[in-house]
Nanobody, 119 residues
Framework: LRFSCSVWGGLVQAGGSLRLSCAAS????????MGWFRQAPGKERETVAR????????YYVDSVKGRFSISRDMIKNTVYLQMNSLKPEDTAVYYC????????????WGKGTHVTVSS
């Protein structure tokens, strides 16, 4: 799988919204669990959200529950992360990734996308 990622909304102030999208090439996109990860300066990379192959099961890290929403379009081979009520602590490099199972480590990574939330 290869990914092309983009950010809709650009630089945002606290309380604002951004939408990340990650389009995958290849016919096997629907075989993979998709996820978004982030790494803030000086911190380890963490899972932000995951979505199952069919989209019925999702996972969110506690710090984004109620604010972020992951979704996927199986026709467009694209996974999205809608981020609302953004906080300065959401500032990080965000990555999309593909996993073979819901709890496994990623096997494919997209290029990082910078998200900066100003206070």
């Amino acid at each position: 799988l290869r990914f092309s990622c983009s950010v809709w909304g650009g630089l945002v102030q606290a309380g604002g919204s951004l939408r990340l999208s990650c389009a995958a090439s290849g016919r096997t996109f629907n075989n993979y669990v998709m996820g978004w990860f982030r790494q803030a300066p000086g911190k380890e990379r963490e899972t932000v959200a995951r979505i199952s192959q069919g989209g019925a099961r999702t996972y969110y890290v506690d710090s984004v529950k109620g604010r972020f929403s992951i979704s996927r379009d199986m026709i467009k081979n694209t996974v999205y992360l809608q981020m609302n009520s953004l906080k300065p602590e959401d500032t990080a490099v965000y990555y999309c990734a593909a996993m073979s199972t819901f709890a496994s480590d990623p096997v494919y990574w997209g290029k990082g996308t910078h998200v900066t939330v100003s206070s």
